[in-house]
């Protein structure tokens, strides 16, 4: 099974943001995984919150030449784009009900930090 690369927010807006301090790593990482089709993938909620974010940091010019390329990769199948939906989202609520025993995330109370 090949990996593949979900892209957050945050490798969204770094990717795009030249004043990140990581940008050119992930600008690179980004690239070597685009040599391998179908390897990366977002959601349409990860979309937005990136557009949304670009937006509100950037230039409105710069901004919107982010959301172009962004849309001409997706486009392009450059990557592919979980589109959540209501019916999704319910099994994922349906899904964090049954393992209601489970943390959502490390918290200090529910591990040890060391």
């Not at 990996?3 to 990581?22: A, K, M, P, Y």
């Amino acid at each position: 099974m090949r990996e593949r690369l979900f892209v957050d927010t945050w490798g969204w807006l770094t990717l795009r943001d030249r004043r990140e301090s990581r940008h050119e790593e992930v600008r690179s990482y980004f690239q070597e995984a685009l040599q391998g089709p179908g390897s990366i993938f977002t959601t349409d909620c990860v979309l937005t919150e990136s557009l949304t974010l670009l937006f509100k940091r950037l230039p409105f010019e710069k901004a919107w030449e982010g959301y172009q390329q962004i849309e001409s990769a997706r486009r392009n199948d450059f990557f592919d784009v979980v589109w959540i939906g209501r019916e999704r989202f319910d099994r994922a609520i349906q899904f964090r009900r049954r393992c209601s025993d489970k943390p959502a995330s490390p918290s200090p109370t529910s591990r040890r930090w060391s």
